[in-house]
């Protein structure tokens, strides 16, 4: 990928959510989103800006929100986040690959599902055919399991998204997101580039489903226009 070597403007966010900042690189801004910025204290707690709030971190929180049914199913969902130690980082700087020579920590891709899908083949190709084991709790898509956890434990994750994300941003109900570690992103690319040669293409013909109705138009050409 050619990355464009241009002046960007990058704005520094206040009451963003980070899955908003997201949203924000998605369309092409650069943003930095830091502890006095973000609105989400739960993301907030995963990149250890701030300790999490009592009524999250007992499960009353996401009663109050009709996650769960009940507090201790919330507060086992916190207790299992992936979270960067407290004062670890002192901001987050997003941005679209492609504009800039920046290399960054990790990368994260919100789009249609089954993109993503050739995202995950291509990684197995990378990983020699090793199962995609991702972990997700339905909560914290974009802060947890498209961050945090390729950060920390430096592997591909895959997410179905979450109430926060598909309440806060555009993302829409047929997308959903992953991340992975950017020393993993040529690797992946380059194995994108060869599943466009033939696999690509001929799931997206749907030749098999062609053949299926044909056959089925064909037994009901011939069937015995008397036989109930």
């Known amino acids: 990928m050619q990355k464009k070597n241009i002046p960007v403007k990058v704005e520094k966010l206040s009451g963003h959510r980070y899955c908003q900042a997201l949203m924000k690189a998605r369309h092409g801004k650069h943003v930095i989103l830091d502890a006095e910025g973000i609105a989400c204290p739960a993301a907030a707690a995963a990149f250890g800006f701030k300790p999490l709030p009592d009524g999250l971190k007992t499960g009353k929180g996401l009663v ?6 009940k507090e201790e199913t919330g507060k086992n969902m916190f207790e299992g986040m992936t979270t960067l130690p407290q004062g670890k980082l002192k901001a987050l700087y997003l941005f679209p690959l492609e504009t800039v020579d920046t290399e960054p920590d990790i990368v994260v891709v919100e789009d249609e599902t089954e993109k993503l899908m050739w995202l995950a083949l291509a990684n197995l190709n990378v990983k020699g055919g090793q199962r995609v084991e991702s972990s997700t709790a339905i909560l914290q898509a974009t802060c947890v399991d ?5 950060y920390i434990q ?3 994750n895959m997410s179905m998204g979450c109430y926060g994300c598909r309440d806060a941003t555009d993302i829409c109900p047929n997308e959903t997101v992953l991340g992975f570690p950017f020393k993993d992103f040529a690797a992946i690319a380059e194995n994108i580039e060869f599943l466009h040669q033939k696999a690509i293409p001929n799931s997206r013909s749907k030749n098999a489903l062609a ?6 138009a064909e037994q009901l050409s011939t069937k015995d226009p008397f036989q109930q």
């Open 146 to 150: 498209a961050t945090t956890i390729p």
């Open 154 to 156: 430096q592997k591909f």
């Open 64 to 69: 109050g929100f009709g996650i769960v049914s």
């Open 211 to 216: 053949m299926l109705k044909r056959k089925e």
